[in-house]
């Protein structure tokens, strides 16, 4: 079992949808972060958690800290917003899921 | 431009060699993380430094090594390269307030 689950593997929604993506990790951290990284191969930092609650333009992160779990929330979604979406469980070093690939359609 | 520069863009080698890949972390930023990324493995950690000193390792091979120099640019060297070292490699630079900045990646072809 990895140490980083991410859910689902694959997504497709409609513009203007509700997204969310689950991650759930198993080691201790110190911090979670949700990457974006996009067809091209880059990779940005979208958050850095360690406890409730972080809003950004129309994306939200939410920790758990006490179940080990993660939310990225998606709201009215844009086919921009294609891309596959890492989470990363930080302590010492990073563990990642192996991320979830979204499609927005228009 | 996300201030992290990776160099060079692609690499095609062959199996044996040994190749250098470039970091220079976004100005200001004393650390450097460097991360694989292959097709079967997904974002594997590697190793960290911080203002010249190895701060964290990950699964970096014996045949990979690293260092950051004082100018704080890093290099990771990959020796006695195998056919699945193929991969993208990223570096990123922290800053307390930015958390991570990642570069655009180098892409190994080992062929």
């Known amino acids: 079992k990895n140490e980083v689950e991410q859910s689902p593997q694959n997504l497709t929604a409609q513009e203007g949808e509700f997204i969310t993506i689950n991650c759930s990790y198993s080691?201790?951290?110190?911090?979670l972060h949700w990457l974006q990284q996009h067809p091209g191969g880059g990779i940005v930092s979208l958050f850095m958690?360690?406890?409730g609650k972080k809003k950004h333009g129309r994306l939200i992160a939410t920790i758990n800290i006490q179940e080990k779990h993660s939310s990225l929330h998606i709201t009215a979604s844009h086919p921009r917003d294609s891309a596959v979406y890492i989470c990363?469980?930080?302590?010492?070093?990073?563990?990642f899921g192996a991320g979830t690939r979204l499609t927005v359609k228009p | 431009d996300s201030g992290v520069t990776q160099t060079p863009k692609h690499l095609i080698t062959a199996t044996g060699q040994r190749v250098t890949l470039r970091c220079s972390p976004r100005?200001?930023?004393?650390?450097v993380y460097w991360y694989q990324q292959s097709l079967d493995q997904g974002l594997q950690f590697l190793i960290q430094?911080?203002?010249?000193?190895?701060?964290a390792k990950g699964n970096i091979l014996e045949r990979f090594s690293a260092q950051q120099f004082p100018d704080l640019h890093s290099e990771l060297n990959l020796s006695s390269l195998e056919l699945g070292d193929s991969a993208l490699y990223f570096c990123?630079?922290?800053?307390?307030?930015?958390?991570?900045?990642f570069g655009s990646g180098t892409r190994l072809t080992v062929v």
């Open positions: 990123a630079s922290r800053d307390f307030y930015f958390g991570y900045t």
């Open positions: 080691v201790g951290i110190s911090a």
């Open positions: 958690l360690s406890s």
């Open positions: 990363a469980a930080n302590n010492n070093d990073m563990r």
């Open positions: 100005s200001g930023d004393l650390s």
């Open positions: 430094y911080y203002n010249g000193e190895e701060r």
